[in-house]
């Protein structure tokens, strides 16, 4: 059988970043349902053929990172928290991941909606024991979590850069008329969460024998739970009084 294909004499700026695009996009899906490890071992292997592989590979982080770290640590961190976790929300736009993760625990109930203030206006009251986001926050919505969140609930929400001291501080301080708790946390690569709770405190009352019956995990372990929460000492300077731990 033969096969006849066009090349064009010369070939556009525009269609090299187009082909570029299309490459980076089939190489995500290749990777994306395999483990990191897998992942890893497939792009080391491209990389002898042509090293620019790896370069495009790791462009998005999210490849290697994001996929298991981030969603592993943003959903089991404050569900081996909590005591006793019945119903878990997740707000976010693309929560597949969470949901995976959260599948990963039994008899747990699991919300999802989208990061819309009216969609949380609508929760009932003191109905979650995790509430899970990644919406941005002001004290309309940081006042609706606590409002949704049980009397032990706690909450995990992405935040900007610890570097944004004036908008972090802001929501801490906030926070703080609502729980007795408020750290911070590293979820994979430069990226940080804040874990806030009214009860139970993260590296103290994690529930250890829960992180070890959790099956299918790439990262997240208990000893990963408990290191995730330390922080250097300019850190612990510039938010003195207000990270609460």
């Known amino acids: 059988?033969?096969?006849n294909i066009a090349i064009p004499m010369r070939i556009t700026p525009n269609e090299i970043r187009k082909l570029g695009q299309n490459f980076c996009?089939?190489?995500k899906s290749i990777l994306l349902p395999l483990t990191f490890y897998k992942s890893y071992a497939i792009i080391s292997l491209l990389s002898k053929i042509n090293p620019k592989v790896v370069k495009i590979a790791l462009r998005n982080k999210e490849i290697l990172m994001k996929e298991f770290i981030y969603?592993?640590?943003?959903v089991h961190v404050g569900v081996c928290t909590n005591k006793n976790p019945e119903n878990v929300l997740i707000i976010s736009e693309n929560a597949a991941g969470f949901v995976t993760e959260m599948q990963k625990h039994d008899g747990i109930s699991c919300d999802v909606i989208s990061p819309n203030i009216n969609l949380l206006r609508d929760a009932k009251d003191a109905t979650y024991d995790v509430v899970i986001t990644e919406m941005d926050a002001d004290a309309a919505v940081l006042a609706h979590y606590n409002r949704v969140l049980k009397e032990d609930g706690l909450l995990v929400t992405t935040i900007p850069s610890l570097d944004e001291t004036q908008e972090n501080k802001q929501i801490m301080e906030i926070l703080g008329k609502y729980t007795k708790v408020i750290m911070p946390f590293h979820v994979g690569g430069d990226k940080l969460s804040l874990l806030a709770s009214k009860e139970y405190h993260p590296t103290a009352d994690v529930i250890l024998?829960?992180?070890d019956m959790l099956d299918g995990l790439e990262y997240y372990n208990c000893d990963v739970h408990v290191g995730s929460f330390a922080m250097g000492n300019h850190i612990r300077k510039e938010y003195l009084g207000i990270i609460k731990n």
Not at 71 to 74: D, F, K, L, T
């Open 1 to 3: 059988m033969s096969v």
């Open 25 to 27: 996009s089939l190489l």
């Open 71 to 74: 969603n592993e640590m943003m």
């Open 209 to 211: 024998h829960r992180t």
